[in-house]
């Protein structure tokens, strides 16, 4: 049986993007793979939370996880740090990770121009402690969204250094992995890009949200005046607003509204209604769990100490299997 592992960053509360474009994947790869989901708290460190942060933000993540239908009975569920096996393993791939491939990577040229003051080690390496939450299971499926697609590659490549170097197969090649036919990406309500928690206020809609605000930031997305032409192509901000229409409403809803764009009709107040109707719906389930679990302590730290001992089991052998391989040997 394939072995899956994928894991979020705790820096904050999940939104929109990170259900339909990882965990959605999760809840259904739990019940056919050998599944290990983790929070990311180490690489949450690149940006420097406070400690009381840094664990708040790791037991959201938790409860969050949990109220979309992740089972602790079924897959593993950790958290990063729990397994220090991770950061030697980070240790061990990065003396084959280049400085020029990492260089290039897009994701840390877009943090170096976004924050200049604080392009520190940890993030020009953040592929490299990707790839080793991903090698240390020796996984080959890596449920996430578009946006990871070239830390997968990478991820690839120094696994198959590693092959190559030690003159073995140890790590199989893992694949970005998702049900759909492509890699989702869930634009932001800002009119432009991806949603994200670090995009601005307004762009993203939380897990957590409730009716109200889910209202309030729904109806505030960007529109424009409407088309003028009929059939015309739909600007960037409005192919948005059908994209996130299609996560949550019925087909008839849709068909609805693509026909009133068609035929210039459309009332974007009329249609932004519908959709937070539509996503209060949705996710009004979660948020309820969420509320519920929040408060449920004990709970929580079974989950994790359970996790901890399951994913510590399969982390403890690939560490020592690729010691062995690079030639640390015991003398006793
Ligand atoms: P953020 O961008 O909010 O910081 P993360 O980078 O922690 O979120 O992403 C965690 C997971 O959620 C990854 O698998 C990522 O691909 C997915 N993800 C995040 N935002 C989106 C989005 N807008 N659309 C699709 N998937 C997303
Ligand atoms: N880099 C991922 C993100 O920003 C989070 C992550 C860390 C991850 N390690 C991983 C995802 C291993 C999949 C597998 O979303």
Do not use: W
């Not at 209202?215 to 960007?222: E, F, G, N, Y």
């Not at 209604?273 to 979660?286: N, R, S």
């Amino acid at each position: 049986m394939d072995t899956v592992v994928s894991g979020i960053r705790s820096t904050g509360n999940l939104h929109l993007g990170n259900y339909f474009g990882a965990i959605k994947n999760f809840i259904r790869m739990q019940h056919e793979y050998r599944c290990f989901f983790f929070i990311a708290d180490y690489h949450s460190l690149t940006t420097h939370p406070t400690p009381e942060n840094l664990q708040q933000n790791v037991y959201q993540v938790l409860v969050e996880y949990l109220a979309c239908g992740l089972d602790p009975e079924v897959c593993t569920i950790y958290i990063q740090s729990d397994l220090p096996e991770t950061a030697e393993m980070y240790l061990l791939l990065n003396m084959n990770a280049y400085v020029g491939e990492l260089e290039r990577v897009t994701s840390f040229k877009e943090k170096i121009r976004k924050h200049p003051d604080n392009i520190n080690a940890g993030l020009l390496t953040y592929p490299v402690l990707m790839a080793a939450d991903i090698l240390i299971h020796k996984a080959q499926k890596v449920p996430v969204g578009k946006d990871q697609e070239q830390h997968l590659e990478m991820t690839r490549t120094f696994g198959n250094r590693f092959n190559r170097l030690y003159k073995t197969d140890f790590f199989p090649e893992p694949v970005a992995f998702n049900f759909g036919e492509t890699l989702v990406k869930v634009p932001g309500l800002d009119g432009s890009g991806k949603m994200g928690k670090s995009e601005g206020e307004g762009n993203a809609l939380y897990l957590k949200d409730d009716a109200a605000t889910i209202r309030k930031k729904i109806m505030r997305a960007v529109t424009d005046s409407g088309p003028v032409v009929p059939n015309s192509p739909k600007p960037e901000a409005i192919e948005n607003l059908f994209s996130l229409m299609k996560l949550v409403s019925a087909p008839d809803t849709i068909t609805h509204f693509e026909k009133a764009y068609t035929e210039c009709n459309i009332r974007y107040g009329d249609m932004k209604k519908q959709l937070a109707e539509d996503m209060i719906v949705y996710l009004e389930p979660i948020s309820r769990k969420i509320s519920e679990l929040n408060s449920d302590k004990e709970y929580i730290k079974k989950v994790v100490s359970r996790g901890r001992e399951k994913a510590k089991e399969s982390a403890c052998k690939t560490l020592e299997d690729a010691r062995q391989i690079i030639g640390f040997r015991r003398f006793y």
